[in-house]
């Protein structure tokens, strides 16, 4: 009785491996694929695989958060074939400008100082919500409680975008 038991054992154990294995797989090699601004190096470091390792799918996952939680990428897809990681990135826009309108009662110079969305940095949509919320937030201080704060995205060549609030 006990042989038969320890028999199963060995096989339930065994099974759960070779699924456990069947599962997981040897990077041979990691291909970026999208970037153009951002350093392939600087992806690389973001990342918790490399050639060599065997990872399985929940590793896949955790590089996409990563990469995500990055802010560099508005659309990040990982994929495993053969061996081979790609990464496939869309970059967010950087900023070009930012331009007020419509802001008779306060200067610009109260906007820049104070809204986390600035020129030459990589754009958020996070960004641009704390933005347009400061400005209005900043209105309502001044006692300006009817003003809207609205914004207006104008893309332009070479992956960047200008803000008009």
Known sequence: MQRVFAKTFYLVALGVLLISNAQASLIQKIIIDGNHRIETSTILSNID??????????????????????????????????????LQLVENPIVNQIAYEGNKELEDKVFKENIPLRPRQVYTLTKLKNSTKMIHDIYRVKGHFAAQAVHKIIRRDQNRVDFVF
């Open 49 to 86: 695989i490399a050639p060599g390792q065997v990872v399985q799918k929940e590793h896949l996952n955790q590089t996409t958060k990563k990469l995500f939680d990055t802010g560099y990428f508005s659309d990040v897809r990982v994929s495993m074939d053969s061996g081979a990681v790609t």
